[in-house]
């Protein structure tokens, strides 16, 4: 007897767990109900369409160039896919779903032996006055983009204000600056990518924003969008500001579309998402659900999480599509590894942040290292920054975060395999990673920065973050900030402060009568290399007072004079 799988939601996991049972069992009869007019694109790719980099015919395309549609569902995976249908019921004791057909209204029963819940996730809606005025988008469905490029080629938008500063909210204001337009990027939370980044690397990210001519306000509620007499969006107003624009885009997150589970009494998590198993089966075992309307164990914290990713969409697809088809497959869970490419810059993060870590209880202890994503003397180098956070006792790895013009992301994903492990420290530390000048320094950015914190643990440093020096000098304290730079450096990125005591690191052994022994000793060069090596010469001269900045000026909070 054929078994009958109906999936609902037709985006990214519906389709993965057709393809999985088709793949496994040849006779099963699938079917998708989609409420929409488009499946299977790929929705992460929408910023780089409006940015003018990826025609949309390619979100909707195989590698070989083949068009996912309704045809190539039913020819190449056997699988019926029908689109335009609202699923608005589960009748859970006779396994049947009541659907309506959107064109004509005619509602048909679409019964079940193994029923998929791939419903997604809905933009999150402001409650403020004036989103219903014209030139007001989300930015969540390729409709939404078309209607924003069809506005943009009136050639009467100058100015565009961009409501949410996370991953959708950062992708949106690059390509939006990337073509000549006036964009103001507004966030609630006091900095950038709020939910991914620290705020020792947002802050970067911020001043590489506004070099690319981005106004960034950070801090700001928006209580209104006000429009003129025919009804057009013409200012945002905040509880600080009022903004000029010609066009807002809202981009405040999602929350997962749980109304259809909610409705059949299945059960929800403490996030709010659906509640599933390592399975991925819901409260009733004939129902599957995966992807942006599921929540996730975290796998460092042991607690359900919200974290909607189309990767973790994609493996939830093959684990159902495993069970359905009778295989025995379970999804473990989620370190929510996130990576975007912003204002020329790639950034992404693994576990938890020091915020999260801080809060959950760990005692956290972190390195940020920039360095060079290859051998330091090869061509084609470019910045990199690597942030290790740790558990102090255990030595364990909570999390990472990266961020530079390089390759960023090559990392990231080695310090989320090694946290997916239950790596400690000291084991990251020898990885056999792989080594040629074109692709990393003999001793790699990621082990670099891990053992810069292995340093700190075994108590042969002590480590200030800029930030914390920064606030020492603003503090007026009394302290010497011993820069260990060469005169061509500190004539291109100077500190104007009588405190700071320049000695080129290569004169040091021979200058230490010159550094007093009854200050705080805070040793500084532009990546923090040199700082570290020169606090462990001081310590080893009876100085005792001595601290190194960590990750040097490049990480220091404000544009220094050039």
Same mark, same amino acid.
């Given at each position: 007897?054929?078994?009958?799988?109906?999936?609902?939601?037709?985006?990214?996991? +519906?389709?993965?767990?057709?393809?999985?049972?088709?793949?496994?069992?040849?006779?099963?009869?699938?079917?998708?109900?989609?409420?929409?007019? =488009?499946?299977?694109? +790929?929705?992460?790719?929408?910023?780089?369409?409006?940015?003018?980099?990826?025609?949309?015919?390619?979100?909707?395309?195989?590698?070989?160039?083949?068009?996912?549609?309704?045809?190539?569902?039913?020819?190449?995976?056997?699988?019926?896919?029908?689109? +335009?249908?609202?699923?608005?019921?589960?009748?859970?004791?006779?396994?049947?779903?009541?659907?309506?057909?959107?064109?004509?209204?005619?509602?048909?029963?679409?019964?079940?032996?193994?029923?998929?819940?791939?419903?997604?996730?809905?933009?999150?809606?402001?409650?403020?006055?004036?989103?219903?005025?014209?030139?007001?988008?989300?930015?969540?469905?390729?409709?939404?983009?078309?209607?924003?490029?069809?506005?943009?080629?009136?050639?009467?938008?100058?100015?565009?204000?961009?409501?949410?500063?996370?991953?959708?909210?950062?992708?949106?204001?690059?390509?939006?600056?990337?073509?000549?337009?006036?964009?103001?990027?507004?966030?609630?939370?006091?900095?950038?990518?709020?939910?991914?980044?620290?705020?020792?690397?947002?802050?970067?990210?911020?001043? #590489?924003?506004?070099?690319?001519?981005?106004?960034?306000?950070?801090?700001?509620?928006?209580?209104?969008?006000?429009?003129?007499?025919?009804? =057009?969006?013409?200012?945002?107003?905040?509880?600080?500001?009022?903004?000029?624009?010609?066009?807002?885009?809202?981009?405040?997150?999602?929350?997962?579309?749980?109304?259809?589970?909610?409705?059949?009494?299945?059960?929800?998590?403490?996030?709010?998402?659906?509640? /599933?198993?390592?399975?991925?089966?819901?409260?009733?075992?004939?129902?599957?659900?995966?992807?942006?309307?599921?929540?996730?164990?975290?796998?460092?914290?042991?607690?359900?999480?919200? !974290?909607?990713?189309?990767?973790?969409?994609?493996?939830?697809?093959?684990? =159902?599509?495993?069970?359905?088809?009778?295989?025995?497959?379970?999804?473990?869970?989620? !370190?929510?590894?996130?990576?975007?490419?912003?204002?020329?810059?790639?950034?992404?993060?693994?576990?938890?942040?020091? /915020?999260?870590?801080?809060?959950?209880?760990?005692?956290?202890?972190?390195?940020?290292?920039?360095?060079?994503?290859?051998?330091?003397?090869?061509?084609?180098?470019?910045?990199?920054?690597?942030?290790?956070?740790?558990?102090?006792?255990?030595?364990?790895?909570?999390?990472?975060?990266?961020?530079?013009?390089?390759?960023?992301?090559?990392?990231?994903?080695?310090?989320?395999?090694?946290?997916?492990?239950?790596?400690?420290?000291?084991?990251?530390? $020898?990885?056999?990673?792989?080594?040629?000048?074109?692709?990393?320094?003999?001793?790699?950015?990621?082990?670099?920065?891990?053992?810069?914190?292995?340093?700190?643990?075994?108590? !042969?440093?002590?480590?200030?973050?800029?930030?914390?020096?920064?606030?020492?000098?603003?503090?007026?304290?009394?302290?010497?900030? !011993?820069?260990?730079?060469?005169?061509?450096?500190?004539?291109?990125?100077?500190?104007?402060?009588?405190? /700071?005591?320049?000695?080129?690191? $290569? #004169?040091?052994?021979?200058?230490?009568?010159?550094?007093?022994?009854?200050?705080?000793?805070?040793?500084?060069?532009?990546?923090?290399?040199?700082?570290y090596e020169a606090a462990r010469t001081l310590l080893g001269a009876g100085f005792t007072r001595v601290a190194f900045l960590e990750g040097g000026l490049e990480m220091w909070?404000?544009?220094?004079?050039?």
């Amino acid at each position: 007897m054929k078994t009958r799988v109906l999936i609902i939601g037709g985006v990214a996991t +519906g389709p993965k767990t057709a393809a999985r049972v088709r793949r496994l069992d040849p006779h099963a009869e699938i079917t998708i109900l989609e409420k929409g007019d =488009m499946i299977s694109y +790929g929705s992460c790719g929408l910023p780089y369409h409006l940015a003018g980099l990826v025609p949309m015919k390619e979100l909707t395309t195989t590698a070989a160039g083949l068009v996912r549609d309704i045809d190539f569902f039913r020819q190449e995976k056997n699988v019926a896919v029908i689109t +335009g249908v609202l699923a608005e019921g589960i009748d859970r004791n006779r396994q049947e779903v009541i659907a309506t057909h959107l064109g004509t209204g005619k509602r048909q029963v679409w019964p079940y032996d193994r029923l998929v819940l791939a419903t997604g996730s809905v933009p999150i809606e402001l409650s403020i006055p004036g989103t219903d005025l014209q030139r007001v988008f989300s930015f969540h469905h390729p409709h939404d983009v078309a209607r924003v490029i069809q506005a943009i080629r009136t050639k009467e938008i100058k100015r565009v204000a961009v409501i949410g500063a996370g991953l959708i909210g950062l992708e949106v204001a690059d390509a939006l600056a990337g073509q000549r337009l006036k964009v103001t990027l507004l966030e609630l939370q006091p900095q950038v990518l709020p939910r991914l980044l620290d705020p020792d690397l947002a802050n970067l990210l911020q001043r #590489q924003m506004g070099q690319r001519g981005v106004d960034v306000r950070t801090g700001q509620q928006v209580l209104g969008l006000e429009g003129d007499a025919g009804g =057009m969006v013409r200012r945002v107003l905040t509880t600080i500001d009022t903004i000029d624009t010609d066009m807002v885009i809202i981009a405040a997150g999602v929350r997962p579309n749980v109304h259809l589970a909610r409705e059949a009494g299945l059960a929800l998590g403490t996030t709010g998402a659906i509640a /599933v198993d390592a399975c991925l089966r819901t409260s009733d075992p004939a129902i599957f659900a995966g992807g942006d309307c599921v929540e996730n164990l975290h796998l460092v914290t042991g607690h359900q999480v919200y !974290l909607p990713l189309a990767s973790t969409a994609n493996k939830h697809g093959r684990v =159902m599509g495993d069970n359905i088809a009778g295989r025995d497959s379970r999804f473990p869970g989620v !370190l929510g590894t996130t990576a975007l490419q912003a204002f020329d810059l790639n950034i992404g993060r693994t576990g938890l942040s020091t /915020v999260e870590a801080e809060a959950l209880g760990y005692q956290v202890v972190t390195a940020v290292v920039p360095a060079t994503d290859t051998s330091h003397y090869f061509p084609m180098r470019s910045r990199v920054i690597v942030k290790v956070i740790a558990e102090a006792c255990s030595r364990r790895l909570l999390g990472a975060q990266v961020l530079g013009a390089g390759d960023a992301i090559k990392r990231l994903d080695v310090l989320a395999t090694a946290l997916a492990m239950g790596c400690t420290l000291d084991q990251l530390a $020898n990885l056999d990673l792989a080594y040629a000048p074109p692709f990393a320094s003999a001793m790699d950015i990621a082990l670099h920065a891990t053992n810069t914190l292995r340093n700190k643990l075994d108590g !042969l440093v002590q480590g200030v973050t800029p930030a914390e020096a920064k606030a020492k000098l603003d503090r007026g304290e009394d302290l010497v900030l !011993l820069d260990l730079r060469q005169p061509g450096e500190i004539a291109g990125r100077r500190i104007e402060d009588q405190r /700071v005591l320049a000695i080129p690191s $290569n #004169q040091l052994r021979a200058r230490l009568m010159e550094i007093p022994q009854d200050k705080e000793i805070i040793t500084l060069c532009e990546l923090g290399l040199r700082g570290y090596e020169a606090a462990r010469t001081l310590l080893g001269a009876g100085f005792t007072r001595v601290a190194f900045l960590e990750g040097g000026l490049e990480m220091w909070p404000e544009t220094i004079d050039h």
